[in-house]
Structures are given as C-alpha cells and as structure tokens.
DNA sequence: CGCCCCTTTGACGCCGTTCAAATCATGTGG
DNA sequence: CCACATGATTTGAACGGCGTCAAAGGGGCG
C-alpha cells in the first residue's frame, strides 16, 4: 500500500535531522511552484510551503497506483522511483524513472487521475505538493497557472525526446544513450557523473529500453570489453565518455 | 514556407462557402478553448470565438517549424498532418499523425516553441487559435487555465500511449494497432471506419512505426492474403474487424 | 549459512533489415 | 492527349541482430 502524506508529514522535521545529503531546492523540479506557494517562507535554506510535505516511500512500495485519484505532484529528494503499467497478466510496461530532484505525476492535474503507477526502487525521500487543494483554493493566480503550463510542458518534451531517443535505434545505441541520460541526470546533483549506482534491476531496465535483459547484459560486457565502462553489478563506472558518445546516433 | 495565418484569414468566409464536409466544433479538439473565448457568440451552427482563424496549408507545406516561437494552437478541418522532427542531415523522425478534429501545438505553449515540426499531407483547412495572445491579455481566468491544462494532459496522455501502444511489439502487431488506431480516429468523422484512405506514403507511415517500408509493404500483403484486409495503394478496407483486433497484444 | 532471485553465458532460430531491381502511380511538358 | 520522367510501391534474396530457451554462476537478505 502507499504511504499516506498525512501520516508521514509528522515526521517532517525528523527527516531534516537524519541526514543523507539531499538535493537541494533550487535544483528541484518543484522549485517554481514552492515558491509561487511559499511566498517567500523559509526555515534555514529550505523554502516551506503550506501545501508541502515531506514523505517517505521504502523499497517496493507504489506512489500511485495507475487510475487512482490525482491529488498531489511529487519530487525525489532521495532516492529513485520507478514510472510503470502493471498488467492484469502479470507482466509490466517500464515507462521512465525519476532521481532526485526530479518531478512526478505532473500530468494527472489536467486528467484527475494518474495515467500510470510510480513505485521506489529503493527507499525513497519524496516531496508531496498538494497541488489539488491549492488549485481549488482561492489562491490560484495567473502566476500559478503559467507555472504548471510550464511544468507539464517541459514533462511533455521529456517523455517525447525519451521517446525519439529510444525508437528504431539498435541495442548499442539505446544502451548508450541511456547511460549517458543517466549520467547526466545524477551529474546534475553529484558531480561524479561518470559513476553510476543504478538503482533498477537488469530485467526492468531491459524492459524500458525494449530489449531482452539477456540482450542488455551482453550489450553491457561488450562495452565493457571495450573499455568504455566497467560493470560491478549494478555499479557501472564511465571509462570514456567520448566513444560512448560516438556510439550514439544524430542528435537534432 | 508556411502559410501565415494572417495572409490566410482573409480567406474566412470564401472557406466557409467551398464546402467539403469538415467537421463539426462539437467534434473538435479545442471546441472547450473556444467556448471559453467566444462566449456564446455563433454564427449559423459555428462558433465565432475573436482568437479563431482559418487557415490553408497547401500539400507538403510546414505549418510550423521545430524550435519556431509559440503563437498558435490548431486543429485540423479537412486533410491531414504530419508531426515530425528534420534532421540536419536528411532523414525525418515521423512522431504522429493529425486528423480532422484533432489539435496540435497545444505543449508549445509552456515552452514557448514548438518542439517539433508540423507538415501538411494533403491540402489541409485547419482551425488557428491565437493562444499567445489570449494568454497574454487579462482575460486569462481560472476557466480559461482549467482547460488548457486539461487540453495538455489529454496530449500528454495521448502521446504515452501511443508509445506504449507500439514499443516492443512485433511487427504485425504494431500494424494492426495502428490500423485500428487510424479506423477509430476516422470513424469519429466519418462513421465508415473501414474504409481508409492513407494520406502519407509507405515510407512515412513504416517510418513512425519503426519499421523498413519493406517490412511494412510485406505486413500489408499478408494481412491481405489473410483477408483481414484490402489494399488499393493508399486505400484500404478493413474486411475482418474481428481478426484484425486479434493480432493486437495486451490492452490495459 | 542457505535460499532465492538476479545476473550472466551459450546455442539456436527467426524476424526484420538491407540492397537491388522491377513495376506501378503521378504529374509534367510537348 | 500522349510520352516520358520521377518517385512510390512492390518483390526477391541473403545476411545478421536479437529474442528465446536452458542452465550455470553470483550476491544479498533473512
């Protein structure tokens, strides 16, 4: 089951005291939006918004799941999740993966409800912006709504880009691109860009890139083999970022 | 070059009088956006909102370019689109397809530019909502925004399933989808669904799906030595709905 | 310490791409 | 109105990438 924010927002302030150095605000997906709603509140170096909270998802557990009710966007702080549409059969499409400071469940605003499931990868520290109160709330200004016209646009061009980087490419080209996303991603927060903890299992990320994981496991020893990445398990260290470039195709 | 929607909104009313049977404002994709701009005022059966032009895109021409700055929602009248994205070097990234009724542009405006290019298939009527101006004037209200934000989910939503719909899949099955797809989206219009005259070429169509053109010429003829369906060139008739839905996998 | 799941490795076969060439449609100019 | 040029579509043959099945190593958590 998923965590509730109500219950986990008493925990608010313990989660400032365990540490874990956690991304800071202004590189934060809901950056813009905590600021439209905080109005210049702050506790330290943290912006506090009333519509903020601050929630904790352990290893396994669904965020949403697909259809349920649109009530907040979220944002990782610590952790991974992973964005998904379980089947009745068994099986589950992997649509995308949030690290920390990026932002989740954008898109559900327009439509009421979640269009997929969003579940941790690892013990996840979220935020939990409770975007449905606010917009019923009197408070929604001009300001606010350019804001997340914004943020859904920008989440739009994500998945589309994600999209076209992904189809009709050979193994080795999907296996690149995606390692370089992913470097670039965590580089974002931690500086040592070229050192990977991947934080999903071979077969979900085989999935997502549409691939067998036999497939991506043999992709993964070639560049290996190479000398472009060393693979320790799920640590994967960027030997040379330049010929993993080269191995990706046109980018427009 | 594209047709400037100014140069073309001369042309209204000429539009209005030759006829060919677009569609309805009830059936089209912004039908909300301009409901909220015209406030009630009509025109015989068709709304008059004062953002609203009608334009005509010539066969092959770009209605917009990648990266050109966001003005104008459209919808398609009569004819079809092509969404793509040109690269430096020659080949194209086909990203969809728009039919009477349906909208486009809608997730530039957060951006500000459209994050792709728009080609017309066939000599196209569209419907051209000057949306920049009308966010930028104080009649932006809370209605207004609702349903924008709604417009770009529905996008949103639209955009991941077709990812989802056809990633991973063999190639029979991505055909069939898409042949059900192009008959749903059809039959909105015009109730004979199983009739369909493809506006694009063999090259652009295999292109979106992922596929050779070979590949998807040897498809098409085993569909049809199956009796699924008929080829006449671009026309096709779906025989057996039934067997045809059948090859398509897992709907969720 | 031991179980379970994840990961890796190997062999095989098929589906789809690629290259080449023939046929068909389309529109243009004489 | 016809002949021709141009590009789209179709067909054929051959190669190869990647999925599938099976089984052998890890590595982490109770």
Redesign the pocket.
Known sequence: MAATPDKQARQRSLQCALGKPAIACEDCGLYHLCLQDAQGRMEGRRIRPPHLETLHAPRGDFLVTAGAPFRYVYAVRTGAMEICLPHEDGPVDVLGFAFPGERLGMEALGLGYYPYAIRALEHTILCAFDLRSLAQGRSGSRRLYAALLRLMSEDFQRLQSSYIALR???????LSTILLDFAGRIGKVKDTSSQLN?P???????NFL????????????QLENDRIIR????RIRILDHRRLERLVPRQP
């Open positions: 009709g490419l050979q193994v080795m080209a999907r991947l999903m299992t071979r077969t979900e990320l085989a549409g691939m067998a994981p036999e497939t991506l496991c043999r992709a993964l020893q693979v320790h398990g799920r």
